[in-house]
């Protein structure tokens, strides 16, 4: 949860197929959850970049220094 953030949707590990299924057709059926899911996918992603990711790196290793 903590990667993901409002970039998808979480279906516990133990909900089974139909849950599954359930999660996955609501983003197939819905376009405005769809887009959001993208938008907030692609703003995830910039954490993710390698300058980004540094800094998030040395932040955390100042944090427990």
Request: glycine residues 8%; negative net charge.
């Amino acid at each position: 949860p903590e990667t993901l953030g409002p970039a998808g949707l979480i279906v516990p590990r133990d909900a089974g197929p139909v849950l599954m299924a359930e999660a996955v057709g609501e983003v197939i059926e819905d376009d405005a959850l769809r887009r959001s899911l993208v938008v907030a996918g692609r703003e995830r992603l910039r954490d993710y970049a390698p300058d980004a990711a540094r800094r998030l790196f040395l932040a955390a290793l100042a944090e427990v220094a």
